[in-house]
């Protein structure tokens, strides 16, 4: 029996030699604790990696832009397909007598808006565009292009008034 305690002691005391300062309980002990710290920031960072992210709705003014622009590019092809019910569907009464009493005849027509801005009011939307066109009229081309002001109103929205340079007016012979 003495042969297995010099055994365990010659043991022990090579650990001690080979790892300074740690016995053989307290060295599973740390590496238990790294082990548990390694699986708790695992746990911890999954979830911020799990590929949802937070839906961001859009603002009430970001709709109200969009509903804007749309507008605009429908009344566009209202007024290039010489769609007249369509565009009083889009206007008010007042902006639908706007461009009729400016419309003139084309046989074709390309007109290309680029929104530059809006200004929002309590009752109006005013949507600024700057736009370019070709007419063709009995086989000559004219070219013009400007900056308008749609001044827009209700809901849904319709063009009420076109301020500045009115791009259903042309050609101008």
Known sequence: MKKK??????????????FPGVSGFHGRSILLRLVL?????????????SGKKEIKRPSLEAKI?????????RLKKAYINKDRAGLEALCT??????????????DSATLDFTPRWIDMEKDKV??????????KKGGRTFREKGLSAFVLTGSPLKLNDIL??????????
């Not at 699986?39 to 960072?45: G, I, R």
């Not at 009464?93 to 084309?106: A, Q, S």
């Open 65 to 73: 832009a969009d509903e804007a622009f749309a507008l605009a590019e």
């Open 93 to 106: 009464r007042n902006g639908f007598l706007t461009i009729i009493g400016k419309l003139k005849d084309f």
């Open 37 to 49: 710290i390694a699986v708790l920031l695992t746990a911890m960072t999954l979830p911020s990696c």
């Open 126 to 135: 005013i949507l600024y565009v700057q736009w370019s066109g070709k007419w």
């Open 164 to 173: 500045r340079a009115n791009p259903f007016k042309y050609p101008e012979t």
């Open 5 to 18: 305690i010099q055994l365990i002691k010659h043991h022990a005391w090579r650990h001690d030699r080979a």
